[in-house]
């Protein structure tokens, strides 16, 4: 049974970092992409970053560009957001997500978590 847990969320100051932590299990993930998108209240499902696992490139949507850095642990099955520069913005559940291909397409990710709260204070 495929599983996406993701931790690490919670309430940080405007200009404060978190780290998101995506553990995955019960098949292998090394040919898929992981990707973590967010949904603010009242908002559609946004797309935030992807990674190949396999290779480590990396894709990241503007609105997050040089705060947000997606990387993967091998070793743990983990994939990781560490999240700089926080903004009120940034208020949203993250999910974790993984799909076959290097998208930002919702509906082209085949596994997702069940999310994080991540709550950015001003």
């Known amino acids: 049974q495929v599983q996406l847990v993701e931790s690490g969320g919670g309430l940080v100051q405007a200009g404060g970092s978190l780290r998101l932590s995506c553990a995955a299990s019960?098949?292998?993930?090394?040919?898929?992409?992981m990707g973590w998108f967010r949904q603010a209240p009242g908002k559609e499902r946004e797309f935030v970053a992807w990674i190949k696992w396999s290779g480590g490139n990396t894709y990241y949507a503007d609105s997050v560009k040089d705060r947000f850095t997606i990387s993967r642990d091998n070793a743990k099955n983990t994939v990781h957001l560490q999240m700089n520069s926080l903004k009120p913005e940034d208020t949203a559940v993250y999910y974790c997500?993984?799909?076959?291909?290097?998208?930002?397409?919702?509906?082209?990710?085949?596994?997702w978590g069940q999310g994080t709260q991540v709550t950015v204070s001003s």
């Open positions: 019960g098949r292998t993930f090394s040919n898929y992409y």
């Open positions: 997500a993984a799909a076959f291909v290097a998208t930002m397409r919702i509906y082209d990710y085949d596994y």
